[in-house]
């Protein structure tokens, strides 16, 4: 779903609507019969990761919705507290895209998140008892969020908590929107949500992933920054262009070398 203004959706864009924005979407999706509310997962990249981990930690809690799982893709896990404060020529490039945001505006609500850990931290202590399985998934060459930033803010506040079960993957090559490892990143969030509702993968699923990322991708070749905007709040910027150049040119190689 598209938060409220931003890439054509109505209304003005606020991250402090954000948690309202995923609590419609939410209630637009479980209203339908198709969706069994007792096994679901939570899905987020970059601020969209820091939602889910907020949401992860609310359902641990009890409140909120129940989930059994979740995924954080190179989420924000801190803003200027953690010494990462957005720009002002980031700000400016999000504004242009975004409805009646203003740069200054975003500067600010983006030093007023609560930093992962904190959340994370407010969790009590105790037992382990049902664990929440736990994927997260970084680019080793992030221009936005390095290692250590995961290394000091977040990867310590899970390991002092015994209520997650986490495992974190570190993409070498991987930027901000994982260009290189798309296909990878899919399988492994893919298996990760089957095992956390208690799913195994046949002929049936494989074939349905299949033609569901192919669906996807026909969709969204256009614009990798579009797809990376979409799932979190991250400009082009964030992107390795280097890295995302020679993804395509590769792939135009390719399809060069079938016409003849």
Known sequence: FQYRGCWGSSGQYAMTN???????AYKFLTSRGTVDTRRLVVVGHSLGGYHALRLAADSIRGFGVEFRGAVALCPLVGSDVVGVPLGMDYAKDFANFLNGAKPEDL????????????????????????????????????????????????????????????????????????????RKVVE???????????????????????????????????????????????????????????????????KRASWF
């Open 188 to 254: 492994k969030v893919v298996k990760h949500c089957m095992n956390c509702v208690g799913l195994k993968r046949g002929l049936r699923q494989d074939l349905e992933i299949a033609l569901m990322g192919l669906s996807a991708l026909l969709d969204v070749v256009p614009s990798l920054t579009i797809v990376a905007a979409l799932t979190g709040f991250i400009a082009g910027r964030f992107n390795a262009y280097k890295e995302a150049h020679e993804v395509k040119g590769k792939a135009a190689t390719r």
């Open 18 to 24: 954000l948690p309202d924005d995923i609590e419609a």
């Open 107 to 182: 500067q600010m609500q983006w030093s007023d998140l609560l930093p992962t850990k904190d959340i994370v931290g407010a969790l009590p202590g105790g037992g382990a008892g049902n664990r929440m399985p736990l994927l997260i998934i970084t680019g080793d060459a992030d221009p936005l969020f390095s290692p250590s930033y995961y290394r000091h803010h977040l990867i310590p506040a899970l390991e002092s908590r015994s209520q997650f079960d986490f495992d974190w993957m570190r993409l070498r090559h991987g930027d901000h929107a994982l260009c290189r490892y798309r």
